[in-house]
């Protein structure tokens, strides 16, 4: 079975610290994805990832970015969490096959509560 | 632009009942739709997936979906659900970019089971 894991389920930070989110998957898929997910929106895709050092800004970016410097982890950072970055973050990973073969596996969740 | 809409936040059946959630998208070729599941606290399950063939398909749990291209849906169904579904659900349609596969989500339906 795919596995996505999440370094941790629930995080409380204060307002103006760094905060690291860590996302490790064991199949070996290409790609990797950060969402957050709010009451009311859904999932909105925050970063994506198609390749070791590679990424993409997804629909929110805007006071996030990420890295990835191993194919199995990606990581999310917040450079100075904001109260307004109170959310669920959850971390996907897929692998293409073909043009009919994907889908993406997703982790736990980590809940952040910035105060 | 592409889009999903779930009209419904809030359902609630009686263990035993037919189950219907509907999923309307907005995307200009053919599309890849999905269907997810989060139960409390956990990350998003895949239930099922369309890319092209049969318009009715099977997903894990007993549910089953429809695409109906003249309509823009693909509506989730399960004849008899069980407590246990108790959940949200979130509709998705996936296309290709940049290498990967993007997914963009429904705002959920969060389905409530009475005994």
């Known amino acids: 079975d795919v596995k996505v894991t999440q370094s941790s389920r629930y995080l409380v930070k204060r307002t103006g610290e760094k905060v690291f989110l860590e996302c490790v998957q064991d199949?070996?898929?290409?790609?990797m994805f950060w969402y957050r997910q709010d009451p009311g929106l859904g999932l909105r895709l925050i970063y994506f990832?198609?390749?070791?050092?590679?990424?993409e800004k997804g629909d929110i970016p805007e006071g996030y970015s990420v890295s990835r410097e191993k194919k199995e982890r990606f990581s999310l950072i917040l450079e100075s969490a904001s109260t307004n970055q109170t959310s669920m973050y959850l971390c996907?990973?897929?692998?293409?096959?073909?043009?009919?073969?994907?889908?993406?596996?997703f982790g736990p969740g980590t809940r952040l509560t910035v105060t | 632009a592409q889009s999903v809409t779930q009209p419904d936040i809030h359902i609630t059946v009686s263990e035993g009942a037919s189950l219907e959630l509907r999923c309307n998208y907005s995307?200009?070729?053919?599309?890849?739709l999905f269907w997810y599941v989060q139960s409390p606290g956990q990350g998003l399950q895949l239930l099922l997936k369309?890319?092209?063939?049969?318009?009715l398909v099977q997903g894990i749990k007993g549910f089953e979906a429809e695409f109906k291209r003249s309509q823009s849906s693909f509506n989730l169904r399960k004849p008899s659900v069980h407590w246990s579904d108790a959940a949200e659900y979130f509709c998705?349609?996936?296309?290709?970019?940049?290498?990967?596969?993007?997914?963009?989500f429904g705002t959920g339906t969060r389905l409530q089971v009475f005994p």
């Open positions: 990832s198609y390749d070791v050092k590679m990424k």
């Open positions: 995307y200009g070729a053919t599309p890849y």
């Open positions: 199949m070996d898929h290409e790609n």
């Open positions: 996907a990973s897929s692998k293409i096959i073909g043009p009919s073969t994907y889908e993406q596996y």
């Open positions: 998705a349609v996936g296309y290709l970019s940049y290498n990967t596969d993007k997914l963009i």
């Open positions: 369309y890319f092209s063939g049969d318009t």
